[in-house]
């Protein structure tokens, strides 16, 4: 009997809601997250260079490889500047307590020496959590037709 009491105990553990801790490291994940689009479009490369991990592996929407300071030197170049974006089809995901993901589609405009651009892409941020400390490690990019339909 006592391994069906055993059993039983761990079943009503499987059925205790999830603790507040797990909540607020799903709102410090969206919180940096949110920190992180917004210092690529204002430009802050002190703030990128601290929430860049060193070994970064960015993939660009030519399926491309490069690492930290060219991830940087493209969001913080001179005579750049972006307009604010909306994300659609935001996804945020923990992928255990000291990592998780950030993902959506969206329009990003402005211009670039000069020259207006806009384009259409999906991305996805994942992030390593050191300490306290969250940082970007890897960075996928999707460019995608600006005429094709919105995801829902």
């Keep these: 009997m006592r391994n069906y009491g055993a059993a039983a105990v761990a079943a009503m553990l499987i059925l205790l809601p999830v603790p507040a801790s797990a909540e607020d490291g799903v709102a410090g994940l969206r919180a940096f997250a949110d920190a992180f689009d917004a210092a690529q479009i204002a430009q802050d490369r002190a703030a990128l260079e601290r929430m860049v991990a060193d070994d970064l592996v960015f993939i660009d929407g030519s399926g491309k490889r490069y690492g930290k300071a060219f ?30 993901l950030a993902s959506a589609e969206t329009i990003l405009s402005g211009r670039s020496a000069g020259k207006p651009f806009r384009v259409r892409i999906r991305f996805t941020d994942i992030f390593r959590r ?5 940082q970007a490690t890897y960075i996928h990019v999707t460019r995608m037709a600006i005429d094709d339909p919105p995801a829902p």
């Design 71 to 100: 991830f940087i030197d493209g969001w913080t170049g001179a005579g750049d500047d972006y307009d604010p974006v909306a994300l659609q089809d935001r996804v945020i995901l923990p992928l255990g307590k000291d990592a998780g």
């Design 130 to 134: 050191s300490g306290d400390r969250w």
